[in-house]
């Protein structure tokens, strides 16, 4: 089947505002066979306390909790309309945030059941002043929490793998996301702050043991193109590193756009083909 695995709707805070409809009938015109929506879940309630970095990147980067059920209306609607021309799942894109699994698993708990398929990420990582700074918000609030790290790229690498290695074995409950989305969003920004293009031999060793851990655990992989197109990270997640060895192991990747508009929809598709 040809899978969109990773996109986002209209209500989501940091999108474009464009109507995932029109985002469906663009996988449709693509060929697409299969169509996740994987919204933004909310964020736990707390979670601000916690939060290092400019308001927006709190404010902006989720579904409200007010808009769920407007998102699943929206979503389950759209499922109906569209299902003889293509199959849509729904779900969300659940982020892994250290000390409130307890919160994220009652999430997941409650609104598992009306999803078929979700992915769990990690956007946060713990910085300046012990508070959870956003890994992909700006420029200005990665340099503002990781800057002791910065001058120790791999180090900053190995924070955040061991973060990743975490979210995987955390107990999140009989829902928990199946898909580990974007494992090396870490880079987003590697060409602005010239981090390094590859992983060094340490941080490799916790890759493959990440691996091991999604292969034993039945789960799966986001082969992610979002990165292609951002300014500062121009290569795709996981990268071609991690890709080759989730293949040699046999890790499913799964293609994804993290589509938050309607031209982002299938872009770099094709990309998946040079690992074929």
Aim: contains cysteine; glycine residues 8%.
């Amino acid at each position: 089947m040809k899978i969109e695995g990773h996109t986002h709707t209209e209500l989501c805070p940091h999108g474009s505002g464009e109507p995932v409809e029109k985002m469906i009938r663009k996988a449709i015109s693509l060929g697409f066979d299969q169509y996740c929506i994987t919204e933004h879940a909310p964020l736990p309630q707390g979670f601000s306390r916690k939060y290092g970095g400019s308001k927006e990147g709190l404010t902006t980067a989720s579904l409200a909790w007010d808009d769920l059920e407007a998102y699943f209306a929206l979503t389950e609607k759209l499922k109906q309309k569209y299902a003889s021309q293509i199959q849509i799942s729904i779900g969300f894109e659940v982020d892994y945030l250290p000390d409130f699994e307890a919160e994220t698993r009652a999430f997941l708990n409650e609104y598992g059941k009306r999803t078929q398929q979700n992915i769990l990420s990690v956007h946060f990582m713990a910085g300046k002043d012990e508070k959870l700074w956003c890994l992909d918000y700006t420029t200005k609030d990665f340099a503002e929490g990781f800057k002791n790290l910065l001058a120790q790229p791999y180090q900053l690498y190995q924070a955040y793998l061991e973060l990743v290695s975490q979210s995987i074995m955390a107990d999140l409950g009989k829902y928990q996301p199946q898909r580990i989305g974007h494992m090396s969003l870490i880079k987003k920004y590697q060409d602005y702050f010239k981090l390094p293009e590859e992983f060094n031999a340490a941080n490799i060793e916790l890759i493959k043991k990440i691996l091991d851990l999604i292969k034993q655990q039945g789960r799966e992989l986001d082969f992610n193109t979002a990165g292609l197109y951002k300014e500062f990270c121009n290569d795709f997640y996981p990268g071609k590193q991690i890709a080759e060895l989730a293949l040699q192991k046999k890790v499913p990747l799964i293609f994804g756009s993290d589509a938050h508009s309607i031209i982002e929809v299938g872009h770099g598709y094709h990309l998946k083909n040079i690992f074929n």
